[in-house]
């Protein structure tokens, strides 16, 4: 291990060593909130960092490969996770959490990590390591909350399914290796044809990362995981690991499937058209703002597959673009969600009744967020569906994209359900008015900037754009 | 030449008043709006007489025919290049004599109303409405294309409705006023209709360009045909149909006895003098296509004034409101001028049709609107319309009682009364064309005495009937009025048309033909004796007769219950027929289905919830096959 | 920053201003001013761009910018007017200024509402302003969805329903919409040269014939449904129905001809072939229209419903127009959007006042309205004899044009479809004069009318200046037909060539 | 003479593993049951790796390594997988899992 190899795998590194601290301080100090504050600003000291240029390059002979691009998806995700431990701090400080809290964010580095690596791995190896390093610590966190029984239920839910669907994914590389006869990517690339065994290896792994972005049919546990786990874990799953997971499928289809493009660009597009549309007709009938929110994400996963399936350098833009406003605007609405239920403990859409009357800047927050996922101009879920459908039609699929606009329309009906409960609806007992607290704020604040400056601004679509590539 | 570009603040004067009167009313007082607006009207009578003079006795030297002059006109939009809408005003023999007859009448009705419309609510209002009238009519008269015709022709319609339905608080009036508009604006689509066609042939709105003889409309006509018929008999028979509208000829003649409702002046005004008669008007401003080109339009509009005559005439006979006897007596003259058009030729001589139904035109608006007038002093004294409840008023109301008869021997066609001479030469050139329509007219012109001394006996004699206050006459400025149209009925009938107004503009030479006028003035004296008989004094015959002939009468009373089917066809047809299963089509299919749509998404997502069941084995059992069948099916596709 | 993006930035600034008003007073005070600002520089446009002309310019769009905004798309922000689009910007001041005017009672979260009602605004001027398909898209969006929350906070009657309705229909409609304009977008390089948004830089190629095919349909029913194009125009009455008075004078005001312009301005100017070949189909769709919002408003009972129904029949006339396709047909079209936009304005301002004292909109419960309110009741006259096409007012001349303008169409079935629907006129006499007659003349039903007050100042200016534009447009149209007249050589080239071809 | 047993053998038996484990996840009702039917299917999955590294790539180690990952791995699932059954256990007092069905729809 020399200093550039350090250097190459800087983010994983700086994260290595934040757990690290956290872990001692953890040791040395009873007191909360130190550890909070501690964690809050090292992940920051990481996000900054990660925006110092690197070098491209590959290590351990090619089984961990780095480049702009994934060095972009990493800080996206940093990005994420820093916004994530802001909005945490209020609700970890809760009493029935103990005094040790430290486990939150050790798992939720060691995820952050685990995708870290899963993203820039260049072997299947280092690939499962860091797939199962970033699913299994989460299992542990959807059961954090050891009062509810519901998220016992969210545990092992996650845990259970996520165990088979890795299962059925190393059964489909096996399937590779053994056809193929190497899991490096650069080997591997260009060699599959689609043979009976390399189609069924496909699939089966496919099936795999589609349990990870919940794609349907494999998206059954999203609901069920999103509900009963803490708030902050279920946006850190809709957001955090679906979008590593989103990245690292994009990369592996464009570097090592892209022989067999014509084979799963029909299975993206059957997958987009199943997943938009179940998504949606689920989300209309739900009345847990949890539960709600997931089924919209799961939604919104369908319209990424539309950037996904145009395998050129602007579908990847769209794609890293539409993954970071989704950040921003889905930890709003999230954010959202969880100051109320932290300070009342409400998490139903009929609570929302009258919110604006009592707390207006919340709502008004709430509706950017919601109208940015419905992709409402002029916030920034406009612009990224837009680029989405554009990279769609670019490559013909004027059928597929006219099905996502109207799914986007369905989409449009629940979001404003929403918004009328908070704006229009009338309540003789709203939610009460009340102050979350500072870094909650800092991070509504900045998702709000966000959803706006994403879209408006766009040299950071063409940072974005200069550095994704295609196929 | 001489200048006439004066001649654009008739128009304006007018127009002025409107909005002044208009805009200030509520706060100016309202004997002033009065005031200045009869002081107005005077001022755009004497300016039109000027014009007349000018143009007829002053003409330059030299100039055999009355030329067309377009002293003024500005472009107010294109349609197309060569399409375009002149606002302007265009002398000739016609326009100038409507200036004559619109001013005069105005300025009667005007001067009548001050002391008519005394004390009435909205008497400001009145006077806006009446000088927004005047402006249409006489903007329509003065048109210089067709297109400007129709705009004024709508004004004049609006203006007309807004009047009759003046009275707003009274239900018979707004729906009279209604109808009034509708069934015009029905009758106007087809001029709309007819101008579309015709310019689309044409490519011009110009009169001029359209009736020059030598034009290329009239040259060479077109080979457009539409079912058959040529599109150009297509287009003057719709626009006879706008006129037809206006002009109440038969079967769009329902409004007008109706419009009564407005106040009195205002019947004199337009729907006796001058709005009835822009039909008249505009198939003589079109005449020389309807001569040239389609002779069988004219032929229809020669039947159809006919008819129209005859059938109003008949209904007149059994009305029992002053007030629509004399509507129906003004449709059935007006009747007399469309024959007279309908039968008229082209060009001197064989013009005298044309001439004769200008000049009962000009005469019928002097003696029509003096009846009118009288009629409305004889409702404000009594403060009825219906005879029955009239008899032996010549004690009370002597000028009125004077100026009526005068009137009503003038409708009669009795000599010397300017209706005489203009009847007569209508009668000729029925006679010299058509002899079936010359019988007709023959008829009603005793009819028309009948009826006409039917009403005369019954308000003026009769039986003394008691008033539980005794009527007085009208104050001067209601009589005077009375008297000076009286004069002019008198006396107008000596004007040279055949000089003046003729077909081509040039004068031609006039002889009475015996044959003709003395039977007519006979059958004029049969009508006017059984009159006599029948009411003179209180007698039972009328009602016998009645009895005798219980149907005829009855449909005649009745109008031939025309207003009945119409009644039918808006109620049952349009209304209920049409427009409510649209309605309901709109609610229960368009809008239904549109919801449909969002109801079967709900329903989707409610039978499909079963789906997310909590339990993880169903889970991992759909995960399973969904991989499973996605693997068969991709290796199926791959063999395939 | 350029004098057209100006119409962009004074509402966002307004707005801003808005945030930091205490009361209801100072949020309408503020919003006054900055749409009054904005009618100003509306008319100024219109003397400047007349006086750009004089000078000489004879370029398509003046005043043009273009500033690159996503690069690797080629996404510019580009704007730019010609006569028509600086027509529209006129209407849109106008009509905003008033309904600022006529809610100036609005006391339930003015605030917001005044914000919404500007936000809204904006979007339509940016409409108007943009010649860039992606810039365009946006603006409608923005344009279309504050009227979710107008309609919803802010209205009567089963407001949630029809603000939902609404907002679905328009946002399915902006689907079909989307995909037209991607589909254009990507036959954009037809020509050689690069993909572009560009609406002038898309006019000079000539996009392929299959392409046109597909992609007209999508882009002219996706701006026809904003148009109430029969069959999707159920929104309409519901939405009008249910939302509060200056929302409505908006929405059939200014909303409904984002459609009509978006209809020739994107769909046929951009595809003339496609547009030669169907335009046969929609001739009939909105020829059904015209007819049948006629035949439908004759049978309401709700004054709204009467005025959305009439407004399917107007609009249906400006599409119809459209499809015509020429000049003076297009011409007539622009003039219509434009007359059509104030009357209804001026209509739905006097029910919305009307409904404010008495508290129904039902014309079997009112009567003898003239007697107790003649300042309205005079101007609701006024405005019905606009919408029946009385010479004079902007109605007429509008329709005139379109008529004849469609006659001078070379084929029979045009003309005869041109004469059907020159049968609504009669129609709509028809409905005018039964509500005029119902509710304004005849006795006073209820007594308790007669208590209630004539316009407020406010209320005058809403409806004077209105009528003062209908009538100043009806009186001397000369100067805005050969306005819109010069800005249509264009397009209607574009379709001739097409017919050409 | 491991060298006599063909390698489609192996693959039978890896996939009869394979499907078994699916059937066990699918039908048992007993959490722990269930955890221990995925690591039959994650077995499988070793099995093949194994097998074809030693009969089809026999000069490289990525399946054996690959397999000692998955197994190393599979140890780490299943202890969080029993800490949360058993966290399950505290709440519902059994392990059943069609009890655990309290979120649904």
């Known amino acids: 291990m020399n200093l550039e190899s350090f250097l190459l795998m800087r983010h994983e590194v700086m994260l290595t060593i934040a757990l690290l601290i956290i872990l001692i301080a953890e040791l040395s100090t009873e007191k909360k909130n130190s550890i909070i504050n501690l964690s809050i600003i090292l992940m920051f000291i990481t996000t900054i960092v990660g925006f110092f240029p690197v070098p491209e390059g590959t290590l351990f002979g090619g089984m961990y490969q780095t480049n702009h691009m994934t060095v972009l998806m990493k800080n996206i995700l940093n990005i994420g996770t820093l916004i994530l431990f802001l909005q945490v701090a209020e609700w970890i400080k809760q009493p029935q959490y103990g005094n040790k809290v430290s486990e939150f964010y050790l798992l939720i580095l060691s995820t952050l990590i685990g995708m870290n690596f899963m993203i820039s791995s260049g072997h299947f190896l280092m690939f499962y390591i860091g797939l199962e390093l970033a699913t299994i610590p989460i299992a542990a966190l959807a059961a954090y909350d050891r009062a509810k029984s519901i998220s016992a239920e969210a545990g092992i839910k996650l845990i259970l399914s996520s165990a088979l669907s890795s299962g059925i994914l190393l059964y489909g590389l096996s399937m590779m290796y053994g056809t193929i006869g190497s899991l490096y990517f650069t080997e591997m690339a260009g060699a ?87 998504g949606n007709l689920f989300a209309l009938r739900q009345k847990n703002m949890k539960r709600f929110l997931a089924f919209s994400s799961i939604a919104q996963a369908g319209f990424i597959l539309l950037g996904m399936i145009d395998g050129t350098s602007m579908g990847m833009a769209s794609m890293i673009y539409f993954v970071l406003i989704y950040i921003f605007t889905n930890l709003g609405a999230f954010g959202v969600v969880s100051a109320i239920s932290v300070a009342t403990g409400k998490e139903n859409m009929d609570d929302y009744n009258g919110l604006y009357k009592t707390n207006p800047s919340l709502s008004l927050l709430m509706m950017l967020s919601l109208f940015s996922l419905a992709g409402i101009p002029p916030v920034a879920g406009f612009f990224g569906k837009f680029f989405l459908f554009t990279s769609a039609a670019n490559s013909g699929y004027y059928w597929l994209v006219f099905i996502a606009v109207i799914n986007a329309t369905i989409s449009l009906y629940y979001y404003l359900l929403v918004v009328k409960a908070m704006f229009i609806n009338n309540n003789d007992h709203p939610i009460a008015y ?38 | 030449m001489i200048d006439f570009s004066y001649t654009v603040l008739i128009l304006l004067i007018p127009l002025f008043m409107f909005l002044l009167i208009g805009l200030t009313s509520g706060k100016m007082k309202p004997a002033l709006s009065g005031y200045i607006g009869t002081l107005a009207m005077s001022v755009v009578t004497l300016l039109s007489y000027y014009t007349a003079y000018q143009y007829f006795f002053n003409r330059p030297a030299g100039t055999e025919i009355f030329e067309k002059i377009v002293p003024f006109h500005t472009v107010w939009v294109h349609f197309t290049d060569t399409l375009y809408v002149d606002l302007g005003v265009l002398l000739d023999p016609i326009s100038v004599m409507m200036l004559v007859v619109i001013t005069t009448v105005s300025l009667m009705v005007h001067i009548y109303s ?78 709309l209709i007819g101008i579309l066609i015709l310019s689309y042939i044409s490519g011009t709105f110009n009169f001029v360009e359209l009736t020059d003889p030598q034009g290329a409309l009239i040259t060479q006509g077109t080979s457009l045909t539409f079912m058959g018929i040529s599109a150009l008999t297509w287009a003057l028979t719709l626009i006879f149909m706008g006129g037809a509208g206006k002009s109440a000829m038969f079967p769009l003649h329902i409004w007008l006895p109706d419009a009564m409702e407005g106040p009195t002046p205002v019947s004199a005004l337009i729907h006796a003098a001058t709005m009835v008669v822009a039909g008249v008007y505009l198939v003589a401003r079109l005449f020389p296509i309807y001569y040239f080109v389609v002779p069988d339009a004219l032929t229809i509009v020669a039947y159809v004034g006919g008819f129209t005559s005859l059938f109003a005439a008949v209904i007149a006979c059994t009305q029992t409101d002053i007030k629509r006897v004399l509507a129906f007596s003004t449709m059935s003259q007006i009747g007399y001028m469309m024959l007279a058009l309908g039968v008229s030729g082209y060009g001197g001589e064989h013009g005298l049709g044309y001439m004769a139904s200008m000049f009962h035109l000009f005469t019928h608006a002097m003696f029509k609107a003096l009846l009118f007038l009288g009629a409305g002093a004889i409702i404000h004294a009594v403060h009825t319309n219906d005879m029955n409840h009239m008899g032996g008023l010549r004690k ?35 006679f010299e064309h058509d002899k079936f329509l010359f019988f007709i007219e023959y008829a009603v012109s005793g009819i028309t005495a009948f009826y006409m001394f039917r009403l005369y006996f019954n308000v003026f004699w009769g039986k003394s009937t008691h008033y539980h206050h005794t009527p007085h006459e009208s104050p001067l400025t209601m009589t005077v009025p009375l008297m000076i149209l009286a004069v002019a009925s008198m006396f107008t009938g000596f004007i040279p048309f055949n000089d003046l107004v003729t077909s081509n503009g040039a004068a031609f030479e006039l002889h ?112 399973v096959s969904g991989v499973l069948i996605l693997t068969f099916a991709f290796v199926y596709f791959l063999f395939n | 920053m350029d004098f057209l993006t100006l119409f962009v930035v004074v509402p966002v600034l307004t707005i801003f201003a808005i945030v930091f008003t205490k009361n209801m007073k100072q949020t309408r005070l503020v919003s006054a001013i900055g749409m009054g600002v904005q009618l100003i520089l509306a008319i100024a446009l219109v003397f400047m761009y007349l006086a750009e002309r004089e000078a000489g310019n004879t370029a398509e769009m003046v ?94 009657g089963p407001k949630e329903y029809s603000a939902m309705k609404l907002t679905l229909m328009l946002m399915g409609a902006s689907a079909l919409l989307l995909v037209g304009l991607l589909g254009i977008y990507f036959n954009s390089n037809a020509g050689g040269g690069d993909l572009t948004f560009n609406i002038l830089e898309i006019a000079k190629v000539n996009i392929p014939m299959s392409a046109q095919r597909m992609f007209f349909p999508m882009t002219f029913i ?115 959007m434009i007359s059509h936009g104030l009357m209804t304005a001026l209509f739905f301002a006097l029910i919305g006042m009307i409904y404010g004292r008495t508290h129904t909109r039902m014309i079997n419960q009112l009567g003898g309205l003239m007697k107790i309110m003649p300042v309205l009741s005079v101007s609701y006259v006024i405005a019905g004899l606009a919408s029946l096409g009385l010479p004079g007012l902007s109605g007429f001349i509008a329709e005139m044009t379109i008529f004849f303008g469609a006659f001078q169409h070379p084929d029979v079935f045009h003309r005869v479809l041109t004469i059907t629907a020159a049968a609504s006129i009669v129609i709509t006499a028809v409905y005018i004069l039964r509500v005029v007659g119902q509710i304004l003349y005849g006795p006073v039903t209820n007594e308790h009318y007669l208590k209630l007050d004539d316009a407020h100042w406010y209320e005058r200016v809403s409806t004077g200046v209105l009528i003062v534009a209908i009538a100043g447009i009806g009186i001397a149209p000369l100067w805005l037909s050969d306005m819109i007249n010069d800005s249509l050589n264009p397009i209607v080239h574009q379709l001739m060539q097409a017919i050409v071809k | 003479m491991l060298s006599e047993i063909p390698l489609s053998y192996f693959l039978v038996v890896s996939t009869l593993m394979f499907f078994i484990g699916i059937y066990g996840f699918l039908t048992r009702k007993n959490l722990i049951t269930i955890l221990m039917a995925v690591e039959l299917i994650l077995n499988s999955v070793n099995i093949n790796f194994v097998a074809f590294n030693r009969y089809l790539f026999p000069n490289q180690l990525e399946g054996h390594f690959f397999s000692l990952f998955i197994i190393a791995v599979a140890a780490a699932e299943a202890a969080v997988a029993i800490a949360i059954i058993i966290s399950v256990y505290r709440r519902y007092s059994n392990i059943d899992v069609e009890r655990v069905d309290t979120m649904k729809y």
């Not at chain 1, 601004?457 to 295609?470: D, L, V, W």
């Not at chain 2, 009125?400 to 000729?428: N, Q, R």
């Not at chain 3, 996706?222 to 109430?228: C, D, E, I």
């Not at chain 3, 929609?282 to 419903?305: H, P």
């Open chain 3, 63 to 156: 005043f043009s910018h273009s500033y690159v905004w996503f690069e690797s798309l080629n996404i510019q922000y580009i704007i730019g007017v010609d006569g028509i689009s600086v027509a529209m910007i006129l209407l849109a001041a106008i009509v905003v200024l008033t309904g600022i005017f006529a809610s100036w009672q609005v006391d339930f979260l003015p605030r917001e509402f005044f914000i919404s009602l500007i936000f809204l605004s904006a979007g339509v001027f940016g409409f108007f302003i943009s010649l860039d398909l992606f810039t365009m898209f946006l603006f409608y969006e923005v344009a279309v969805i504050p009227m979710y929350l107008l309609i919803g906070i802010w209205g009567t």
């Open chain 2, 512 to 623: 009475t033909d015996w044959s003709v006028a003395i039977p007519s003035v006979a059958i004029g004296l049969v009508g006017i004796a059984v009159a006599w008989i029948f009411y003179k004094k209180q007698s039972a015959i009328p009602d016998k007769l009645a009895v005798t002939f219980k149907y005829p009468y009855k449909w005649s009373f009745n109008k031939f219950y025309i207003d009945e089917v119409y009644l039918f066809v808006t109620k049952k047809i349009i209304f209920n027929r049409i427009s409510a299963p649209v309605a309901w089509f709109d609610r229960h299919v368009v809008d239904a289905s549109m919801n449909g749509i969002s109801w079967v998404t709900n329903a989707i997502s409610d039978q499909i919830k079963g789906l997310q069941s909590g339990q993880l084995q169903k889970y991992g059992f759909v995960f």
């Open chain 2, 396 to 430: 009370y109301l002597p000028i009125t009682h004077i100026t009526f008869l005068i009137a009503t021997l003038t409708i009669s066609g009795m000599p010397p009364f300017s209706a005489y001479f203009s009847k007569d030469e209508i009668l000729v050139a029925a």
């Open chain 3, 222 to 336: 996706g701006f026809g449904v904003l148009g109430a194009l029969f069959p999707f125009h159920t929104w309409s009455p519901d939405g009008h129905a249910s939302a509060p008075t200056a929302v409505s004078m908006l929405h059939a005001g200014v909303l409904m001809k984002l459609g009509g312009y978006g209809a020739f301005r994107v769909a046929m100017y951009l595809m003339p072939d496609a547009a030669q070949e169907m335009a046969w189909i929609f001739l009939i769709l909105t020829g059904i229209s015209v007819v049948y919002g006629a035949f439908g408003a004759i049978f309401q009972k709700d004054l709204k419903y009467i005025n959305a129904y009439s407004s399917v029949s107007h609009c249906g006339l400006v599409l119809f127009a459209i499809l015509m396709m020429n000049k003076t047909a297009l011409n007539g079209a622009i003039l219509q």
């Open chain 1, 192 to 278: 599959f044809m689609s043979t009976p065994l390399q189609t069924l290896g496909f699939v089966f792994f496919f099936a795999g990362m589609g349990f990870k972005i919940s794609l349907v049919p494999f998206h059954l546990w999203t609901a069920d995981v999103y509900e009963g786990a803490p708030i902050n874990v279920a946006s850190y799953l809709s957001v955090i690991s679906k979008g590593a997971a989103v990245f690292i499928l994009a990369i592996l289809l464009y570097t090592v499937f892209y022989s067999i493009a014509p084979m799963w660009k029909n299975l993206l597009y059957v997958m987009a058209v199943m997943t938009m549309t179940v």
């Open chain 2, 114 to 191: 001050i002391g008519y419309m005394h004390g009435e609510k909205g008497y400001s209002r009145f006077y806006a409405f009446l000088s927004l009238f005047s402006f249409s009519m006489l903007g329509l008269v003065v048109a210089t294309n067709i297109f400007q015709m129709y705009m004024f022709w709508e004004l004049v319609g609006v203006s007309s409705y807004l009047l009759i339905s003046f009275y707003y608080e009274k239900p018979t009036a707004v729906s009279a006023g209604k109808k009034a508009f509708i069934v015009t604006r029905f009758a106007d689509l087809g001029f």
């Open chain 1, 434 to 471: 009340f102050k979350s607290g500072f870094t909650t704020r800092i991070a509504l604040l900045m998702c709000m900037i966000g959803i706006f400056v994403i879209g408006l601004y766009s040299p950071i679509y063409e940072f974005i754009r200069m550095f994704s590539t295609g196929m």
